[in-house]
């Protein structure tokens, strides 16, 4: 009964509503915490309702959100992954965060390296694996950038959002040391699918992946969140002969004006 009118009062809620609570520190961990509260109620996880993850389960937590169990969180890039991944596939989810996407990977595909260096977000995805009882899935607990070197992982509350970080920060961090896609592959099957959600690092992680691009050319499908990022994605994936496309088939260009938000494109080799 309660995870019913948790569902319900999920979906009536107007978007400007959850938009002001998701804006708002403070009410949007109240709202978290009374959701998922009500949703665990009645048992720890959950199937997602519809889409490409449908059927697969949830561990239901503070992270766990009404679109994540709808089956309509990122539902455009949840249908090019289902489009894209085949069955021998490898994959790479970087910004993995509770690993959402990485179960449709994994579902899809045949193994999934989910890199999630915020140790919150690694243990939602742990408790995924367990409720899907997934052995394809391996968690990566380092940052990737444009090369080794020591950074500031700057860490939200909620399992998103997390990040590299090159000025202060209000939220906590950790130095850890950072990776490359080139490096990682030397000792890792190599990726034929790379999924990259880094919070503006987009750019500097395709640049620490130049012997990939050059010689397995994996897809990519990439959300870029800055336009100086941007311009990096275009030079490096351009340098490598690949096209562009958004996430619904359509040509990506950047013109003279700044990209409006959060823009995902999908990238493939001539």
């Known amino acids: 009964m309660l995870r019913s009118l948790a569902v319900l009062a999920a979906e009536k809620t107007p978007v400007w509503v959850k938009k002001w609570v998701h804006n708002n520190r403070f009410f949007d961990r109240i709202a978290r915490k009374t959701f998922s509260g009500m949703m665990t109620v009645e048992g720890g996880t959950i199937a997602v309702k519809s889409g490409p993850l449908a059927g697969l389960k949830l561990a239901i937590s503070e992270h766990t959100s009404h679109a994540h169990i709808s089956g309509t969180y990122e539902l455009e890039t949840q249908h090019a992954i289902d489009e894209l991944v085949q069955s021998d596939f490898v994959c790479y989810d970087l910004g993995a965060s509770i690993g959402y996407l990485s179960l449709l990977m994994a579902r899809k595909g045949k193994h999934v390296y989910a890199f999630e260096p915020a140790p919150h977000a690694a243990d939602e995805i742990r408790k995924h694996i367990a409720a899907n009882r997934f052995e394809n899935i391996t968690i990566v607990g380092e940052p990737v950038s444009?090369?080794?070197?020591?950074?500031?992982?700057?860490?939200?509350?909620?399992a998103y959002g997390s990040g590299i970080a090159y000025a202060e920060t209000e939220w906590p961090s950790l130095e850890l040391t950072a990776t490359t896609l080139d490096k990682f592959a030397v000792t890792h099957p190599l990726p034929d699918f790379i999924k990259i959600d880094v919070e503006?690092?987009?750019?500097?992680?395709?640049?620490?992946?130049?012997?990939?691009?050059?010689?397995?050319?994996?897809?990519?499908?990439?959300?870029?969140?800055?336009?100086?990022?941007?311009?990096e994605v275009q030079r490096t994936l351009a340098s490598h002969g690949y096209r562009m496309t958004t996430l619904d088939g359509g040509p990506f260009q950047l013109g003279d004006a700044p990209i409006p938000g959060e823009v995902q494109i999908l990238a493939f080799p001539k």
Do not use: W, Y
């Open 146 to 158: 444009d090369q080794e070197r020591q950074v500031k992982f700057a860490m939200t509350d909620v």
């Open 200 to 231: 503006g690092e987009e750019g500097r992680v395709l640049v620490g992946a130049q012997s990939l691009l050059q010689g397995k050319k994996p897809i990519i499908c990439c959300e870029i969140h800055n336009e100086e990022a941007a311009r």
